[in-house]
């Protein structure tokens, strides 16, 4: 096992001693920063997602904050989903793409105020983008971004804790609507999302000097549910099909490759940034699509760094972008960004750890 090497340009998460007290093990990098990815229990912390509550650090989502009277031009010039009906109040999933209509981040946009817009990010980096673009495009508004971190609270008992914390009105939340609020004092942002299919919520904290408190406020309030740390889950997330970007895309990858057409609409201004681009894709049709494999093998395979080549009668179809030995299933579960030619139902085989190993093409999501 490595170590960690500490630099100024690794930025702790306001989490970071919570998720230290909490037995975290092991960290990826994101937006150049760490994200705990266990706490040395997988099945404990599988199970708890899937029947209990969990509670993540992913203070790695960082927000690109656009405020000014152009915040919302600046949001739909980014984004080619049509937010001209978006509410104060509300989030939207949308995908980001560049002027080629390659995927560049999927942000959920949440709109504060009518001048003032988040884009919680993916790992790529947006503030650079949109700071650009809104120069060259001479408009006013100003890209920041803030002092705001959100903690997850997911699973179906994640409501309870959340209402017991935040008060009942929070089981009035749809899915990606949010208010501000004070927890303790501390100023946040509850909202109904995060990256399960188990549901749940978010906080966004605004102000970084309290994460300590505000983790252990939720603990607190979760203990009698059986709270416990967790991380964003790659069994679940594989299992309920979610498309993680830059792991699940690369620098070729359109929306509609990775199931994300359905959040594209082709009749945004012309002004939006890909989207004549992503006209003539939807028209020609995409080269590639997204499907679930199954493998034979009954036990888990080490799939390494990913991104595995797929072949069909020795030819190469596409690539295998993630694999999971799922517990649920029992079986080895990926995603295949593969040739429209490959269908459900074919017979395919992937190289995994220099040995072939067949499998089946499904649809997603598997659970
Ligand atoms: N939380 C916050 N910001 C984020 C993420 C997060 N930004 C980056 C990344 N994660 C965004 N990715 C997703 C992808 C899917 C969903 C949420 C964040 C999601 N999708 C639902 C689904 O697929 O069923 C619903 C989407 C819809 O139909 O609108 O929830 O985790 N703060």
């Known amino acids: 096992m490595y170590g960690i090497t ?15 007290k909490e037995g975290v093990c092991a960290f990826t990098t994101y937006n150049h920063m ?38 919302g031009r600046l949001a739909q010039i980014l984004a080619p989903r049509d937010l001209s009906k978006q509410n ?42 949109a700071g650009a ?4 495009r001479g408009l006013r508004v100003e890209v920041s971004e803030p002092d705001v971190s959100p903690m997850a609270i997911q699973g179906p008992k994640a409501e309870d804790v959340v209402a017991a914390v935040c008060g009942d009105w929070v089981r009035g939340l749809k899915y990606f609507w949010f208010k501000e609020t004070e927890i303790n004092g501390i100023p946040v942002v509850v909202q109904r999302s995060g990256w399960s299919k188990q549901g749940g919520f978010e906080i966004y904290l605004r102000d970084g000097s309290n994460g300590t408190e505000l983790w252990n406020i939720f603990r607190e309030a979760g203990a009698p549910w059986g709270i416990g740390p967790g991380n964003p889950n790659w069994s679940e997330r594989v299992e ?23 959040y594209v609409d082709l009749d945004v201004p012309d002004d939006t940034i890909g989207i004549q681009a992503l006209r003539r894709i939807a ?14 093998a009954g036990d888990p395979v080490t799939p390494g760094f990913l991104w595995n080549p797929i ?24 995603f295949a960004l593969i040739s429209t030619a490959c269908k459900v139902g074919d017979r395919v085989e992937a190289l995994v750890a220099g040995k072939m190993e067949p499998g089946q093409l499904v649809e997603m999501p598997f659970l």
């Open 311 to 334: 072949y069909n009668d020795g030819a190469k179809v596409g690539d295998l972008t993630n694999c999971v030995f799922s517990i649920r299933v029992q079986k080895n579960l990926g």
């Open 34 to 71: 760490l994200m705990p990815t266990s706490y040395g229990k997988p099945l404990e912390e599988y199970w708890r997602l899937i029947n209990g509550v969990s509670q993540w650090d992913v203070a790695v989502e960082r927000q690109v904050q656009l405020k000014g009277p152009d915040a």
């Open 240 to 262: 309920s099909g979610l498309v993680s970007f830059g792991g699940d895309s690369d620098g070729t990858t359109n929306p509609y490759e990775v199931r994300m057409g359905k």
């Open 88 to 129: 104060v109040g509300q989030g939207k999933y949308v995908p980001l793409c560049n002027h080629q209509g390659v995927l560049i981040n999927d942000p959920i946009c949440l709109k504060l105020a009518d001048d003032l817009y988040w884009l919680s990010i993916a790992d790529s980096n947006i503030w650079f983008w």
């Open 133 to 136: 673009i809104a120069a060259e």
């Open 283 to 296: 028209a020609e049709g995409p080269r590639r699509h997204s499907l679930g494999i199954i493998l034979d």
């Open 6 to 20: 500490p630099s100024a340009r690794l930025r702790p998460s306001p989490f970071y001693e919570a998720t230290v």
